[in-house]
């Protein structure tokens, strides 16, 4: 089993409409969460991190945790064509020395059609 | 304020050759790590660096090393090439375990 799996996409949805990127996860003590968009050719941005248990919304962004399902989700609200990318699911996990390391998906690629 | 930097962005090498890949870490940052990119894949993780000690590495052989200055910047170090170390090499800062900030990434090319 993977540690962190992302279906690999891509999700198409029309411009406007929501996008939903879903992430499961195999460490049961992560505790620590973070979506990145990647555009082709380009590195990873941080676009949103969360901790707790629930929703956390930063502008058409909303990232849903439930640690009980292992479970992580981006929702994206009026989806433009811009947001058209890669959108990696990272998990910190920690190891044997106490040391969390970051653990990455393949990533969901998106497409937003005008 | 300056972001995560990285050196050179594009680079091709021959089979066998070495080579350096350089990071400078976001201002205020005290941590780096370094992740292999392939194609199509999610970066993967090689090693960080933390007050100038390898803190912890991925599984990644030993022709993989590094180094952190007393400045935070680090150095990515790859020895006797093979052509399935082409691949983005990314730079990710962080203070200490906080959230990381990636550079752009150096695209090694090895033929």
């Known amino acids: 089993q993977k540690e962190v799996e992302q279906n690999s996409g891509p999700l198409s949805v029309p411009e406007g409409a929501i996008a939903s990127l879903n992430c499961t996860y195999s460490d049961r003590g992560s505790q620590s969460f973070f979506w990145y968009r990647q555009y082709s050719g380009k590195s990873p941005e941080l676009i949103m991190s969360?901790?707790?248990?629930g929703d956390k919304e930063d502008g058409r962004f909303t990232a849903q945790l439930n640690k009980a399902s292992q479970y992580v989700s981006l929702l994206i609200r009026d989806s433009q064509p811009s947001d058209s990318a890669t959108y990696l699911c990272a998990v910190k996990a920690m190891v044997n020395t106490g040391f969390q390391k970051l653990v990455f998906g393949t990533g969901t690629r998106l497409l937003v059609s005008p | 304020d300056a972001g995560v930097t990285q050196s050179p962005t594009h680079l091709i090498k021959t089979r066998g050759q070495q080579v350096t890949l350089r990071c400078s870490p976001k201002s205020g940052h005290d941590t780096v790590s370094w992740y292999q990119q392939a194609l199509g894949q999610g970066p993967q993780f090689i090693f960080q660096y933390y007050e100038e000690e390898e803190r912890q590495r991925g599984n990644f052989p030993d022709r993989f090393s590094g180094h952190q200055y007393p400045n935070y910047s680090s150095e990515l170090n790859v020895n006797a090439l093979l052509l399935g170390d082409s691949a983005l090499y990314l730079c990710a800062s962080s203070l200490d375990e906080t959230e990381a900030f990636f550079g752009q990434g150096t695209r090694l090319t090895v033929v």
């Open positions: 969360i901790y707790s248990n």
